[in-house]
């Protein structure tokens, strides 16, 4: 759609979208190609400025899954965000991309990547096109609520400013790394306004372990690859899932811990501890272990034996050291044991400033089916601000493009009936 033209602002509703991460950018898309003034507002400098960061390493922009598999990646709110991807999936995320002359493929893993395997290219293109398309970008403008009267606060470098649109979309994110923006400053404006939230809480996340300071100075950024997580569900069956993890100065972190984070966390909160079971060497068999540990070692020492006899060394041996007794360690049985099912004692989620990404926010159960907050006419919610939560892997980035959409159609749809 072209820029507006000065006729067009006078009769034209007005949204604005406050945030300028994915679900913000999207929300804006989608409420300018319905034919609506859009001014997009963000509290820093530039937009997009966590989705650039989660790029760094790669960027993962969502995953191959069938749609079935895909919806259970958000546990508990799967039906509610299945609700938003039958309008904006996987596919229709891909499809976007290749509108933006980014195309897209298939990791082994299963994670779809942009081909150059970066984020700034399609940044920088979406940005120019929602520009062109007649998206007004407000930067360095700070939400701070309402005034009496309804209209939006903003703080800016020449002071304050009130604006009054006939709609707004809030898409400011969780908690997690708010120095790229997404502070959770938002939390005491929703309040007053009778809004319960959250707790926003870290996910994606490592944890502490009380190391030793020989394993945390000797062993910290060390991987742990593959090992198998072990664990029982709240009905007694048990699972497992494969994956990797790496030992920090303060505990643990990685892939497999960060999609077994909303569990450890809330184990955590409800028992004070959680322990996370690993086998450390899958594919070998503990009987077998157990009986080429029993071999006499003669004058070998134990990390000597330990080598020769089951391949341990490195960063497991010292978990061992770690972890098991003098009688322990001399029994192969309980050695053979611990590499099969190491127990990690988990104290406490690392803060919220380093998590990935949060859980908490605002209830989906006090928004509507269009992401309305009850008792609040004409505001949307969208993105990471909404309560729940996703596992890495290109999950948490399509469900906030489609939750922005979603809020987006919310908004047409609402003004369209206020306006009949």
Known sequence: MPAPSSDDTLSTPTVAVIGGGPAGLMAAETLR??????????????????????????????????RDVFV????????????WLRGFDADALRGWARGLGVETFVGTSGRVFPSDLKAAPLLRGWVRRLREQGVRF?????????????????????????????????????????????DGA????????????????PSNCGFDIAWSEHLASRFAGEPLKPVIAHWQEADGSTRQRQGECVITATGIEGSLVYALSPMLRDAIARDGSATLMLDLLPGRDERELAQRLAKPRGSRSLSEHLRREAGVTGVRAALLYEALDKAALADPARIARALKRFPFRLLRPRPIAEAISSAGGV????????????????????GEMLDWEAPTGGYLLTACFASGRHAAHGVVDWLAQRNA
């Open 33 to 66: 190609a319905a034919g609506l003034q859009v001014d997009l507002y963000d509290a820093k400098g530039s937009v997009g400025r966590k989705f650039l960061i989660a790029g760094k390493g790669g960027m993962n922009l969502t995953h191959s899954d069938p």
């Open 186 to 201: 938002w939390v005491d404006a929703l309040q007053t306004k009778g809004i319960t939230i959250a707790p926003l809480q």
């Open 363 to 382: 209830p989906l159960e006090a928004t509507d089916e269009r992401l309305m907050l009850r008792g609040v006419p004409g505001v949307f919610a969208a």
């Open 72 to 83: 259970t990646r958000y546990g508990e709110r799967q039906h509610h965000v299945a609700a």
């Open 138 to 182: 407000h930067v360095h403008h700070r939400w701070s609520g309402w005034t009496g009267e309804g209209a939006l606060r903003f703080a800016t470098p020449d002071g304050e400013i009130l604006v009054s649109p006939d709609a707004s979309v809030l898409a400011m994110g969780g908690g997690s790394w708010p120095e790229l923006g997404s």
